[in-house]
């Protein structure tokens, strides 16, 4: 519990920056950005992207709160979920893509640029970074605790349950829908594309990043709905590994449309959007796969016992085993 407290609260510290940089701005304090950047588009996205950030400080206290526990699991699941697919790509391309882009001479990532300031990028991807750093470790050991699997695998002779069938269909779409997601992301971190049309060495190590956890969700995710057996790896690997395609998608879907052609959201080609859209539901499918194949996996409960209670005796006396008279009969108190 200690350390589980002391990482609730780095989490919190370190979600308080970009927290507050996004109340001034939405505010029109101009801090760290051009003024010429503020628009009535950009304020509801600041408040969107402001939203999320107090869902991730109410998840960091309820990962280490006794009504953690308690709440429904989708409660704490659902946007530690989401949360690992926005935060995982992004803080391994602010850390390891500015570490390659310093190392290989191709300058400082975090310079800043005429609409932001260089210490604005400091704040939210160094920031980014330590959340999906400290709220994963949270989550793990919350979820250690609540659900045992987690920590010591599932049983090793699996049988298929009812909903084996749907699985297997459900690993088949998403197959197709990560594989997709995968090449787009390898195609744009190599020739450019999309949103991305000359991306720099952490945009690169961000999509770079994007398509490999996809993948490999696929092949564990495949795994384990083919009826391999649920190992801490393959729970980890799939965990991530739906969540990078459904948070990008899912992202990606809302700009396009609630913020079409705003701050920071290009236009995008209907065919993008349309395959977008699939991604998103192919990531879906496979975690309501994965989900199904957990609930497969859940211990089966003893049947109760029809044999008859014991009956009650007196606090503090010992139960009366009775005595045998002369001619075998045993005495009976009255």
């Given at each position: ?7 609730c ?49 109410a ?14 699991a ?5 946007p ?9 790509p ?30 604005v ?9 330590a ?125 396009n ?10 236009a ?40 008859a ?26």
């Amino acid at each position: 519990m200690p350390l589980r407290n002391r990482i609730c609260l780095a989490t919190v510290v370190a979600c308080l920056p970009y927290l507050l940089l996004k109340v001034a701005w939405v505010a029109g304090w101009g801090v760290g950005v051009a003024e010429e950047g503020f628009d009535d588009t950009t304020r509801a996205a600041n408040v969107v992207t402001a939203a999320l950030e107090l869902v991730a400080i109410a998840v960091a206290v309820l990962l280490v709160r006794p009504a953690g526990r308690r709440v429904p699991a989708v409660v704490v699941a659902l946007p530690a979920w989401v949360a690992t697919g926005l935060l995982v790509p992004v803080g391994a391309g602010a850390v390891l893509g500015a570490l390659l882009q310093g190392v290989t001479g191709g300058g400082n990532a975090f310079a800043g640029n005429d609409v932001l300031a260089g210490w604005v990028y400091v704040v939210v991807y160094v920031g980014f970074a330590a959340q999906a750093a400290l709220l994963l470790t949270g989550f793990v050991l919350h979820a250690r605790e609540r659900w045992p699997v987690v920590a010591h695998g599932g049983s090793p002779h699996h049988r298929a349950g009812g909903t084996s069938g749907l699985q297997r269909l459900l690993a088949g779409v998403l197959v197709a829908g990560t594989t997709t997601f995968a090449v787009q992301q390898v195609l744009w971190a190599t020739v450019g594309g999309g949103p991305f049309t000359a991306p720099t060495t952490p945009q690169r190590v961000f999509l770079a990043v994007s398509a490999a956890a996809a993948l490999a969700g696929a092949v564990a995710t495949v795994g384990l709905l083919r009826g391999g057996r649920l190992t801490p790896a393959r729970i980890a690997a799939t965990w991530v590994g739906t969540a990078v395609p459904f948070s990008a998608a899912f992202l990606e879907t809302t700009k396009n449309v609630a913020i079409d052609e705003g701050w920071g959201a290009p236009a995008t080609h209907p065919a993008h959007a349309f395959l977008t859209l699939l991604v998103l539901l192919a990531a879906l499918a496979g975690s309501v796969g994965a989900l199904l194949r957990f609930a497969d996996d859940r211990p089966a409960t003893a049947a109760p016992s029809r044999a008859a209670p014991p009956r009650p005796t007196r606090r503090g006396s010992r139960p009366w085993r009775g005595r045998s008279a002369p001619g075998g009969r045993t005495t009976v108190p009255r």
